[in-house]
Nanobody, 124 residues
C-alpha cells in the first residue's frame, strides 16, 4: 500500500490558523479522514470526506472551526484549522479507507493506510 504523505502542522497561538495537507491516491480509496492523538489517549476522529462527492464530516469539537476539502486533480486533501484552541494540540494523522459509509468515518480500525503524523501545538 502507498502510505498517505502529510504536510503542514507546527506551532500557533490560540485563535490562529494552520492548514494540513495529505496526498493519497484517489484510485485506491473512498474516504480520507483526519485523526488526532495526544499521549495516553485513543486516536480521535476529527474530520473526514468522501472522495466521490466531497461529503464532509466533522467531530462536534471542531465543527465550525475546521474545514476539510480536496483537490481532486492533485490527489490532495486539506484540513483548514481556524480559531485554534490549546485543546487542539495533538499529533494529527491523515488516513485513507476503502470504505464509504457514514458509520465508519471516525472509526480508526476501518482505515487501511495512515500517514506518519504531524504535530500541531496551540499555545495560549
Amino acid at each position: 500500500q502507498v502510505q498517505p504523505v502529510q504536510f503542514g502542522g507546527g506551532t500557533v497561538l490560540s485563535g490562529g490558523s494552520l492548514r494540513l495537507s495529505c496526498v493519497a491516491s484517489r484510485l485506491r480509496y473512498n474516504t480520507v479522514g483526519w485523526f488526532r492523538q495526544t499521549p495516553g489517549t485513543e486516536r480521535e476522529g476529527v474530520s473526514a470526506i468522501f472522495l466521490s462527492d466531497g461529503t464532509p464530516y466533522y467531530a462536534d469539537s471542531v465543527r465550525g472551526r475546521f474545514t476539510i476539502s480536496q483537490d481532486a486533480s492533485a490527489n490532495t486533501f486539506f484540513l483548514q484549522m481556524d480559531s485554534l484552541k490549546p485543546e487542539d494540540t495533538a499529533m494529527y494523522y491523515c488516513a485513507a479507507s476503502i470504505f464509504r459509509h457514514s458509520d465508519i468515518v471516525f472509526r480508526p480500525e476501518k482505515y487501511d493506510s495512515w500517514g506518519r503524523g504531524t504535530q500541531v501545538t496551540v499555545s495560549s
